[in-house]
């Protein structure tokens, strides 16, 4: 595959409760999207100084959500990848299930 054709990835763990992951459902996760900055136009630079809105990086963050669906009966360590709608990024979430712990 071509190293422009591969996907980057941003790793997520989730941790379930025994019963969350027998019952399984859609599990909101909150990513970081970037977005050209609406004050400097992605410049970086006010009138005499670096843009106060982006802290002169030129982008701004703003999160996205994404909803995996997770199937009931999951078990500890499976893996899902969802796209992005940032091209060539993907989202690969690791499902941890946890007696003590949970959403």
């Known amino acids: 595959m071509p190293k ?6 941003l790793d997520a763990e989730v941790i379930l409760s ?9 599990l909101p ?17 006010g009138w ?7 802290d002169g990086a030129g ?6 959500v994404v909803r ?3 199937p009931d009966q999951v078990r500890d360590g499976a893996v899902y990848e ?3 709608p940032a091209g ?5 979430v690791r499902v941890r299930v946890d007696p003590f712990g949970g959403a």
């Open 59 to 64: 982008a701004v963050e703003t999160p996205q």
């Open 48 to 54: 005499f100084s670096r843009c106060l809105a982006c």
């Open 4 to 9: 422009s054709a591969r996907h980057r990835y």
């Open 68 to 70: 995996l669906r997770i």
């Open 18 to 26: 025994p019963a969350e992951a027998e019952a399984g459902g859609v």
């Open 29 to 45: 996760i909150h990513v970081p999207a970037y977005r050209v900055c609406p004050f400097c136009e992605g410049s970086g630079s």
């Open 88 to 92: 060539g990024v993907r989202l690969r």
């Open 82 to 84: 969802v796209p992005l």
